[in-house]
């Protein structure tokens, strides 16, 4: 076996999960430029590589093709069901734990969520997930969501560009432990005059699952009640009517939280809260109408594209510098471009 990563093995402490059963996976992993698959890393070179992060950001600025990442953590218990969600990974990945293939994905900008439930152990976890970074001239790369990436580096070559193929971890990994029925996903339509929430969930048990829902937002209570098959998927939706809350605008950007619980047999499965703008937006003739007022927009262009991560956002100081310039030369509205970004 390879010795590990420098930092790579503070992961024999226990994970300590937060008050939502949350750990995040974030941190120094051990990279594998050359394996070709799980077997190899128990023989090939590891490097230190951090997630989040692309790896020409970390200055591979010539891996194309296939790479593997690992690393370790350690569970005191691992009873519950489980989730392991990726925010997203460039392009293609396939996710191993203890050796065990437990899923994957094929779209470089989107979330994934495994299950890793029957996989883990109590004590020492290994996790592995294969990459794969189609080059710009494989059959594949075109296939893929890859917006101008590498469209014409061939007219303009200068590297490392806004438009050459990347690869890697490129958003958090975290690992989650839950009830048997899991909150997939929150939507909130944000009308003031028809606040409506949409809530889907997913039963994780062997057996059918009644589950009651509860939702909290600007003063309102809703609630629903699903029966939900093993293994099966359910949406509802929870009108909470008219609110007078203050509404969302570029110029008074008030936003509110919506509380999302589930509840199973008298205990909470899962909960979540979302944040939201409380706004109307219609298009009358050329006009933009927001509020019921006409909005004219001053948009500058976003690239999404930093020298330090490439393709991957800045940190939260960055983002709001850069709004902050926009709004100092007179702009009101940013229109991000080329990639889907971090929510």
Same mark, same amino acid.
């Given at each position: 076996m390879?010795?590990?990563?420098p930092?790579?093995?503070e ?7 937060d ?5 995040c996976?974030?941190?120094?992993w ?9 077997s190899?890393?128990e023989?090939?070179?590891a490097?230190p ?15 194309d093709?296939?790479?593997w ?6 569970l005191?218990?691992v009873e519950?069901?489980w ?5 997203a ?6 996710v ?5 293939p ?7 900008f989107?979330?994934?969520?495994v299950?890793p439930t029957?996989a883990l152990r =109590?004590?020492?976890?290994?996790l #592995? ?5 189609p /080059? *710009?001239? $494989?059959?594949?790369?075109?296939r893929?969501?890859h917006?101008?990436q ?24 975290v690992?989650?432990?839950h009830?048997p029925v899991v ?6 339509n944000?009308d003031?005059?028809?606040l409506?929430?949409s809530v889907?969930v997913?039963?994780?048990c062997?057996?059918p699952a ?8 600007v003063?309102?209570?809703?609630s629903?009640?699903?029966s939900i098959?093993?293994g ?6 929870v009108?909470?009517g008219?609110?007078? =809350?203050?509404?969302?605008?570029? #110029?008074?950007?008030?936003l509110?939280? /919506? *509380?999302? $619980?589930?509840?199973?047999d008298g ?7 979302v944040r ?6 219609r298009v009358e003739?050329t ?9 004219r927009?001053?948009?500058v ?9 490439l393709?991957?956002?800045?940190t ?11 709004r100092?030369m ?11 970004f971090?929510?």
């Amino acid at each position: 076996m390879t010795d590990p990563a420098p930092g790579v093995e503070e992961a024999a402490a226990p994970l300590a999960l937060d008050e939502h059963g949350r750990a995040c996976l974030d941190g120094e992993w051990e990279l594998f430029p050359t394996a070709r698959s799980l077997s190899d890393l128990e023989v090939c070179a590891a490097e230190p590589i951090s997630v989040p992060g692309l790896w020409e950001a970390q200055g591979r600025l010539e891996l194309d093709g296939e790479a593997w990442y690992r690393r370790s953590f350690t569970l005191d218990d691992v009873e519950g069901w489980w989730s392991l969600r990726f925010g997203a990974v460039m392009d293609l990945t396939e996710v191993w734990l203890n050796g065990r293939p437990i899923g994957g994905h094929d779209n470089a900008f989107t979330p994934f969520t495994v299950d890793p439930t029957e996989a883990l152990r =109590a004590g020492r976890n290994e996790l #592995a997930v294969r990459v794969v970074d189609p /080059a *710009v001239d $494989d059959p594949e790369h075109l296939r893929l969501a890859h917006g101008k990436q590498g469209w014409a580096n061939h007219v303009f070559p200068s590297r490392p560009s806004l438009y050459m193929t990347y690869g890697g971890i490129w958003q958090s990994v975290v690992l989650r432990r839950h009830g048997p029925v899991v909150l997939d996903d929150v939507f909130v339509n944000g009308d003031p005059d028809d606040l409506c929430i949409s809530v889907s969930v997913t039963n994780h048990c062997d057996r059918p699952a009644r589950a009651g829902l509860a939702v909290r937002a600007v003063g309102r209570l809703g609630s629903a009640e699903l029966s939900i098959e093993p293994g099966g998927r359910a949406v509802a939706e929870v009108a909470l009517g008219a609110s007078r =809350a203050l509404a969302w605008s570029p #110029a008074a950007p008030h936003l509110h939280t /919506a *509380v999302v $619980d589930v509840v199973v047999d008298g205990s909470v499965s899962d909960a979540t809260s979302v944040r939201f703008g409380l706004r109307t937006i219609r298009v009358e003739g050329t006009r933009l109408v927001l509020n019921g007022e006409p909005y004219r927009m001053k948009s500058v262009l976003v690239q999404g594209f930093t020298a330090r991560e490439l393709y991957a956002e800045g940190t939260r100081s960055d983002i709001e510098a850069e709004v902050g310039a926009a709004r100092a030369m007179g702009f009101n509205t940013l229109r991000l471009h080329i990639k889907a970004f971090d929510p």
